[in-house]
């Protein structure tokens, strides 16, 4: 009968750590993926601003990245 107890109690304990494992297994990774998709979205989203300015002085989206690369340095675009 304490067999039997024991491996309940065992049972209970395995449930909850599996459901708070889930739990911050499944908050993590969504962090993750909202990071990349910051990370990925934002420099298509600041030429595509830039190219729908009202006067903007680039020509294309080519001409729209090598310009950000060489007058603004890629990384001081990211605000910290």
Known sequence: ????LNTQSDLKKS???DFIAGVF???VSSIKGRCAGVLTGHP???VKVRLQAENSKYRGTWHTVTSIVKEEKVMLTIDW
Request: no cysteine; net charge negative; hydrophobic share 25%.
């Open 15 to 17: 449930y909850y750590s």
């Open 25 to 27: 297994g499944g908050y």
């Open 44 to 46: 298509f989203d600041t």
């Open 1 to 4: 009968m304490s067999e039997l």
